[in-house]
């Protein structure tokens, strides 16, 4: 049986609400200014951008509240949260809520990156709600978000036509690594941690569960993915090493 949860007072909730409704007006703002000083550059351009900037930020943050503010989420779920969680949370939820918006208008993304901002959302609202599982719920954040900054790049060096090349092929090991590792690997720790703990509620386990199998899809995308460039670049290669070996029967020839 779960810890009893802490919930907030009314002035509680309506502090909490305020916060998030300066995140989401910063976001929209950061947009809003991003298009009119980068118009040029296109809608989803700046979309990026604010996705850049808030991946940066948010991992930033979480990582200050994971190693320093603390408590360490593989040992403390399901404490109550922080004033620091609650921004970083707040700081999300703002985000996430804007983001969501710009992709159901723009029908810009598919029903699994749908998926995962709305268990985004309702996660950290429920998180806000009952005020505890910050910490881990900002441990979720951190591993989800750190891996984002590649994602971008990768979209950018796309765009701009710089992709097919060695930077193109260091972002996405990178990216790959980074997946595996973080939201694979140490986010499979996070949960058992999670699952074994007394303390959490039921439907933050269970909303754990959910994340973490949302991460094993984006994994089978990730991998359908890796296979294909493999491919590309072996087939590349035996047409380089095909057009060596003409090249050195023709100077023999010759």
């Not at 802490?6 to 298009?35: A, E, F, K, R």
């Not at 790959?176 to 303390?199: A, D, K, N, Q, W």
């Not at 386990?205 to 990730?222: P, R």
Request: net charge positive.
């Amino acid at each position: 049986m779960g810890a009893s949860a802490h919930l907030h007072s009314s002035g509680d909730m309506t502090s909490l609400v305020l916060q998030v409704c300066i995140c989401l007006t910063g976001w929209i703002t950061l947009y809003v200014l991003l298009c009119y000083l980068n118009g040029h550059r296109g809608y989803e351009w700046n979309c990026r951008l604010v996705t850049l900037f808030h991946g940066v930020l948010i991992v930033c943050v979480t990582a200050y509240i994971g190693y320093v503010d603390g408590p360490w989420p593989f040992t403390h779920p399901g404490t109550k949260n922080t004033p620091m969680q609650t921004l970083a949370l707040a700081l999300s939820l703002g985000y996430f809520t804007f983001d969501m918006g710009w992709c159901v208008y723009f029908r810009t993304e598919g029903p699994v990156m749908l998926a995962h901002h709305s268990l985004s959302i309702m996660g950290i609202l429920l998180v806000l709600w009952v005020g505890e599982s910050g910490i881990e719920a900002c441990a979720v954040i951190f591993g989800s978000e750190v891996t984002n900054p590649l994602l971008q790049t990768r979209w950018f060096l796309r765009r701009t036509g710089r992709y097919n090349s060695l930077a193109g092929d260091v972002v996405d090991l990178l990216f790959v690594m980074l997946f595996v590792t973080m939201r694979i690997g140490v986010g499979g720790s996070m949960l058992y941690c999670e699952l074994i703990s007394p303390r959490p509620l039921l439907v933050m386990k269970c909303g754990g569960v959910a994340m973490y199998l949302l991460s094993w899809v984006f994994l089978v995308d990730i991998i359908r993915f890796a296979y294909r460039k493999c491919g590309t670049k072996y087939r590349l290669w035996q047409l380089r090493c095909k057009g060596v070996e003409v090249n050195g029967h023709d100077r023999k020839k010759e």
